[in-house]
């Protein structure tokens, strides 16, 4: 496809891609929509009337809200009437847009603009679908033998997280401080995390029609309510998990703050890089099971970015290495009735690879502390340092052009001294 706007080849907003996201301006300071666009934001607001479909015709407001859970509700034939027009409105062939006058007054250079969370996060939940993440930390703390627990490859495990501390990208994180457990055997202190770590992880937003309590979704008919993908750090302070997990899993060591990127990747857009859904042994139960492909080619990076600003890459990982899928996820969520609403997040978990420079999280690459992550200015890390800044990229590559997600970026500042 080709777009009257230019962009170079890699750029990760191609007419392919066109994500939503939620802009504001320094002139124009009021949250709206927006569409990516090489290095240009479409203004939404300012567009609503086009979508003049038989689905949208009557739901043009959608686009002038500063969210968009209402727009996530319609469900997918209105995303992909959007989508349609989106595309046909910035194509090269099309001059409705092209006007200069009307170029202004449209399009938001990206530079220009402040990106806040896409959507209001009713509820947020984290999964554990990795099967290299989930071995590695099995091995680390239990042993080769017995590293997956024994429900591990019949359900998709997961916490419920704490939405009120889901943040954009480009949000500074603290250092917390929290009780921690010096030496095995002894009392607990109260003192700063000490062992921070970030995790790779994609995460969905649900759309369409909310559900009621009492509801269910099977994995068959669960890819309708996937809205979208974004990047995800799961900030983690490993030491603090490591005390209070037991029995009832993680709280605070994870409640600190949860990044993700501002642009949201359609479903649509992601469809040209589907790749066959992970071997499951045993066979899931049958509403965790479905036939088609929702596991996909995005290759992840994450780099390390020190005050020196000597950015180093530390870890290349891929989605495609998930072993359960969003749709099992979103299954097994709502299987005993919990309901779901427009913008609630859902997270994959650490994504993994099986080499060591894919692992997703420092505890991995620095295997429990045995090992040193080498630096480009030829500094070490085993955990995040104060002032580190963590960015994680994802993108797939198609003929010619690439879909990307945009920078999921965040400082960790020091800790509080009270």
Same mark, same amino acid.
């Not at 009557?58 to 968009?68: E, T």
């Not at 019949?154 to 480009?170: D, E, F, K, N, Q």
């Not at 994680?392 to 020091?414: E, M, N, S």
């Given at each position: 496809?080709?777009?009257?706007?230019?962009?170079?080849?890699?750029?990760?907003?191609?007419?392919?891609?066109?994500?939503?996201?939620?802009?504001?301006?320094?002139?124009?300071?009021?949250?709206?929509?927006?569409?990516?666009?090489g290095?240009?934001i +479409?203004?939404?607001?300012?567009?609503?009337?086009?979508?003049?479909g038989?689905l949208?015709k009557?739901?043009?407001?959608?686009?002038?809200?500063?969210?968009?859970n209402?727009?996530?509700?319609l469900?997918?034939p209105?995303?992909l009437?959007?989508?349609?027009?989106?595309?046909?409105?910035?194509?090269?062939?099309n001059?409705t847009?092209?006007?200069?006058?009307i170029?202004s007054?449209?399009?938001?250079?990206?530079?220009d603009?402040?990106?806040h969370?896409?959507?209001k996060?009713?509820?947020?939940?984290?999964f554990?679908?990795?099967i290299?993440?989930?071995?590695?930390?099995?091995?680390?703390?239990?042993?080769?033998? !017995?590293?997956?627990?024994?429900?591990?490859?019949?359900?998709?495990?997961?916490?419920?997280?704490?939405?009120?501390?889901?943040?954009?990208?480009?949000?500074?994180?603290?250092?917390?401080?929290?009780?921690? +457990?010096?030496?095995e055997?002894?009392?607990p202190?109260?003192? @700063?995390?000490k062992l921070?770590?970030f995790?790779?992880?994609?995460?969905?937003?649900?759309?369409?029609?909310?559900?009621?309590?009492?509801? /269910?979704?099977?994995?068959?008919?669960?890819? &309708?309510?996937?809205?979208?993908?974004?990047?995800?750090?799961?900030?983690?302070?490993?030491?603090?998990?490591?005390?209070?997990?037991?029995?009832?899993?993680?709280f605070?060591?994870?409640?600190?703050?949860?990044?993700i990127?501002?642009?949201?990747?359609?479903?649509?857009?992601?469809?040209?890089?589907k790749?066959?859904?992970?071997?499951?042994?045993?066979?899931?139960?049958?509403y965790?099971?479905h036939?088609?492909?929702?596991?996909?080619?995005?290759?992840?990076?994450v780099?390390i970015?020190?005050?020196n600003?000597?950015?180093t890459?530390?870890?290349?990982?891929?989605?495609?290495?998930?072993?359960?899928?969003?749709? @099992? @996820?979103?299954?097994?969520?709502?299987? /005993?009735?919990?309901?779901? !609403?427009?913008?609630? +997040?859902?997270?994959?978990?650490?994504?993994?690879g099986?080499t060591?420079?894919?692992?997703?999280?420092?505890?991995?690459?620095?295997?429990?502390?045995?090992?040193?992550?080498?630096?480009?200015?030829?500094?070490?890390?085993k955990?995040l340092?104060?002032?580190?800044?963590?960015i994680?990229?994802?993108?797939?590559?198609? &003929?010619?052009?690439?879909?990307?997600?945009?920078?999921?970026?965040?400082?960790?500042?020091?800790a509080?001294?009270e």
């Open positions: 496809m080709k777009s009257f706007i230019n962009y170079s080849p890699d750029c990760d907003f191609p007419i392919e891609n066109l994500p939503y996201g939620v802009f504001s301006t320094k002139n124009k300071p009021e949250k709206r929509i927006g569409v990516a666009i290095d240009e +479409l203004d939404l607001s300012a567009i609503a009337n086009y979508f003049d038989p949208l009557d739901k043009q407001a959608v686009f002038r809200r500063d969210c968009l209402d727009f996530m509700s469900g997918r209105a995303w009437e959007a989508r349609s027009k989106l595309q046909e409105l910035l194509s090269a062939s001059h847009l092209q006007n200069s006058e170029c007054k449209v399009l938001v250079a990206q530079k603009a402040m990106m969370l896409p959507a996060i009713g509820d947020y939940t984290d554990y679908s990795s290299h993440h989930a071995t590695n930390v099995g091995i680390m703390f239990r042993s080769k033998e !017995n590293a997956l627990m024994p429900n591990w490859k019949y359900l998709p495990v997961g916490y419920h997280g704490r939405a009120s501390s889901v943040v954009v990208s480009g949000t500074p994180i603290r250092r917390p401080r929290g009780q921690i +457990l010096p030496v055997g002894a009392a202190v109260f003192e @700063q995390s921070m770590d995790e790779l992880e994609m995460a969905f937003f649900i759309g369409g029609k909310p559900t009621n309590i009492g509801d /269910t979704i099977p994995a068959s008919k669960a890819y &309708d309510y996937i809205f979208g993908v974004v990047m995800m750090n799961d900030w983690s302070a490993r030491d603090i998990q490591k005390w209070e997990y037991v029995p009832l899993g993680p605070g060591s994870k409640n600190l703050g949860t990044t990127s501002p642009w949201v990747v359609t479903m649509e857009a992601l469809e040209p890089f790749v066959p859904n992970a071997v499951q042994d045993p066979i899931p139960f049958p965790l099971q036939s088609e492909s929702c596991n996909f080619d995005v290759k992840l990076e780099d970015k020190p005050s600003g000597i950015v890459t530390i870890c290349r990982s891929n989605y495609k290495h998930m072993y359960w899928t969003s749709q @099992q @996820q979103l299954a097994h969520h709502t299987v /005993t009735g919990c309901n779901i !609403n427009p913008g609630d +997040l859902m997270a994959s978990g650490t994504i993994s099986e060591p420079d894919s692992f997703g999280s420092m505890l991995e690459l620095c295997w429990k502390g045995t090992k040193n992550i080498l630096l480009k200015d030829g500094a070490t890390r955990f340092q104060d002032n580190d800044e963590v994680i990229r994802g993108y797939c590559v198609g &003929d010619g052009y690439r879909v990307g997600f945009g920078q999921c970026a965040g400082k960790l500042l020091p509080h001294t």
